[in-house]
């Protein structure tokens, strides 16, 4: 295990425990079935266990799942089919952190904001992935989109505080946009000791960034 990952608290064995749900009118459940249990005999997959939802449909209703193929591969949740060379990718994904980002960027483009939550639920410090996609320039809008929503909706609990610092390291980003949603997602935490770093970028360059400070500060003094 490294040391990023002992920090994080997401702790993925070498060959990742993979549990599939199928069903036995799905087209495409036999093909991924296949590759899942070749992929186990080379040693790629340490524990396989696949669940036909029509013989134990109270496992996809535990789990909330809705439609098949569907797989966990270590933490990561993932709908619908996928092809041989996908499933390498996320089975080396859940070995390391770095593919937490990864996973973060497909289900929110996807729109599958409830994956990102349940992983959240599970690895609450997974939130530094989501606070360092709010200031990736090159993330798709509904990745922006999707992280937006994850922080309304994490900002004034505990498990937020420990991604507070790089949203205030942000306040000074070079990238307007990035300062003032920054701003904006420290006014949701409701916490005033947050007004004398927020009231610097009341003098900033940017007239939407000058407004937007206005307005947290606003929020956080009547909040």
Known sequence: MTKKQENTGLESAVEPTVMMLMGQHCTFCGPMMQILTDLM???QIGELRIFNIEKQPEIAQRLGVRSVPWLQIGPFELAGARSKQEIIEWLQRASSFDGVRDYFEEVLSEGNIKFARRLIERYPQALENIVELMADPE?????RLGVGVIIEESADSDIF????PRLLAYLSDDDARVRGDACHYLSLTRDKAYIPHIEKLLQDD??????IAQDSLDELRTG
């Open 206 to 211: 940017s007239h939407e960034v000058r407004e």
């Open 161 to 164: 505080r420990p991604v507070i």
């Open 139 to 143: 993330a798709k809008i509904n990745v």
């Open 41 to 43: 005999k080379s040693g």
